[in-house]
């Protein structure tokens, strides 16, 4: 809509509509001039691992040159090196490098991320991570969803007892996060190296029985059938599925699973894009997420997502912005809160100085000027 007025208060947005509409009570409101600029819903980044300690730019080399990151996993790096390093950090080294990452988030437009654990992969790591997500939650703007990936993969003490492990995730870690009401979301990766779709099928139906919703990693470097597993636990989103088969499609359709596409984490991979026709054909709803993390997404870059989308996934550029708006929102369970600038959500919204949402993000520039407002407040 060209000419349009928004108003709103902390409580959220009060009336939405063409500028000539804009009822009398309203004139008197101190207004923000827009002129020049896109308004868009405030970005919400669906799927991240926030936080963790170091990097891992040895591994992003050795796959430059030819190594798969499989086999990283496989001699103890990949999850396993991030695991160690996260587990002898501290709580305030872990909130102080994700309180910065979320700062630069919330000047490209973000005002809520989805954030994940599961680089602890023992009880203690596992809640320490979530309970920075807790603090962050509380002392910074942005919103955080938080989920729980204590099955991320198994754990290096654990190698010669996956089943002992899986016990562990089910008899203690997931009761005591329940417990303290950590995590909105359980997540596993169903993958060659981590879980089975059998292994996470248990594991799902224990966290669904104590009350979290559910998300899998699925499908991402092969397909371990996690498209039809998300279809048949009622999981809420499917997320990665560069390798998804067509029958997992239509299965995620009719369960309303939605499909989370990670364009950032399919780049650094070297994976299959697949085309945005055959989640449409099948009817599936797609969001796009950053997937934030050290080794198959370094970058939280929500523009690199979008342009990917569009050039890769053949998205057009209002289809890109509804995957991180309205339908990120549907893969949190927020449709009904944020995603949309609508009346009764909440004032959470972006102003950027483009022309059109195509032209923000064909003339790709992450240092262009945004204002960012999350509930009312420019932040
Ligand atoms: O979403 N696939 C599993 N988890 C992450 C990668 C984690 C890592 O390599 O540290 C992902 O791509
Ligand atoms: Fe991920």
New binding site residues.
Partial sequence: MFDAALVWNEGGIVWVGPDSELPLEFKQCSPIDASNQIVIPGLIDCHT?LAFAGW?ADEFVERIQGAT?LEIAARGG??AS?VAKTRAASFDALFERARLFLHDMGRAGVTTIEAKS?YGLNLETEIKLLEVYQRLGATQPISIVPTFLGA?TIPTEFKTNRAGYIELLCKEMLPAVAKRNLAKFCDI?V?QG?FSAEEARDILQQAASLGFKLKI?AD?LSDGGGAALAASVRAISAD?LEHVNDTGLVAMAKAEVVAVL?PI?TLYTKENFIPLRRFDQAGVITAIAS?F?????PSFCLQLALLLACTQHGFTPEQALRAVTINAARALCLEEEIGSLETGKKADFVLVEADSVSEWIYHFNPSRRMQTFKKGKLI
């Fill in positions: 691992h891992r990151y990949g999850i991030t599961g991320h990766f993958e981590a990693h991402q990665h990670l984490a997937d993390n050290p080794g198959t997404s």
